[in-house]
């Protein structure tokens, strides 16, 4: 609406594409690889499989984190912290090695996703010249930025995304049976 009037920088504009690929094997250790990300603050990746009734799940936060939940924005206080502990790969990280064993005993090769975390920006409606003193904004605007990947090893390298989803809503149904005993 005419009220709600605001400019995005490039600055704040879509993160470029997020390259994910992989070298060597899942049970034997693999080597996780990715372009360079231009406004990337940190990266974080997980990766998760079945074993059976078990669902064997990775992450690259070198503190031992493996939430998933990173796969979402987060908020700049957040990204901090957790790139100081750790957490969350510094933007300087191009490479990444999920050691042997991890998914040793998996039942197929994991569903590796990851994230590149872009910037944030706050925008509010400006304030009025003639504004009386309790006056607060009728809006405000958070823009962050992200650009994600996803991959299955061993799929040829350079599969497109049409050719990637009937794999990977396979993989997604055998993890839910495996949580859900079906």
């Given at each position: 609406p005419a009220a709600m009037q605001f400019a995005l920088a490039q600055a704040d504009d879509f993160l470029p594409r997020l390259e994910l690929d992989s070298s060597g094997d899942a049970r034997e250790g693999m080597t996780l690889?990715?372009?360079?990300?231009?406004?990337?603050?940190?990266?974080?990746i997980h990766a998760m499989a079945t074993q059976g009734d078990t669902v064997v799940m990775?992450?690259?936060?070198?503190?031992?984190?493996?939430?998933?939940?990173?796969?979402?924005?987060?908020?700049?206080?957040?990204?901090?912290?957790?790139?100081?502990?750790?957490?969350?790969?510094?933007?300087?990280a191009r490479?990444?090695?999920?050691?042997?064993?991890?998914?040793?005993?998996?039942?197929?090769a994991p569903m590796v996703q990851m994230i590149a975390y872009g910037g944030q920006r706050s925008i509010a409606q400006p304030r009025p010249a003639d504004a009386?003193?309790?006056?607060?904004?009728?809006w405000t605007v958070r823009v962050?930025?992200?650009?994600?990947?996803?991959?299955?090893?061993g799929m040829a390298a350079?599969?497109?995304?049409d050719a990637a989803k009937p794999a990977a809503k396979e993989a997604a149904?055998?993890?839910?049976?495996?949580?859900?005993?079906?």
């Amino acid at each position: 609406p005419a009220a709600m009037q605001f400019a995005l920088a490039q600055a704040d504009d879509f993160l470029p594409r997020l390259e994910l690929d992989s070298s060597g094997d899942a049970r034997e250790g693999m080597t996780l690889e990715w372009n360079a990300v231009e406004g990337a603050r940190g990266y974080f990746i997980h990766a998760m499989a079945t074993q059976g009734d078990t669902v064997v799940m990775w992450s690259s936060s070198e503190d031992g984190y493996a939430g998933p939940e990173l796969m979402d924005y987060l908020p700049e206080a957040l990204l901090a912290q957790w790139s100081g502990k750790r957490t969350v790969l510094g933007a300087d990280a191009r490479s990444c090695k999920i050691p042997a064993g991890v998914f040793a005993g998996v039942d197929s090769a994991p569903m590796v996703q990851m994230i590149a975390y872009g910037g944030q920006r706050s925008i509010a409606q400006p304030r009025p010249a003639d504004a009386p003193r309790d006056w607060s904004p009728a809006w405000t605007v958070r823009v962050r930025s992200k650009s994600t990947a996803m991959l299955m090893p061993g799929m040829a390298a350079g599969a497109t995304r049409d050719a990637a989803k009937p794999a990977a809503k396979e993989a997604a149904r055998g993890l839910l049976r495996g949580l859900l005993g079906n």
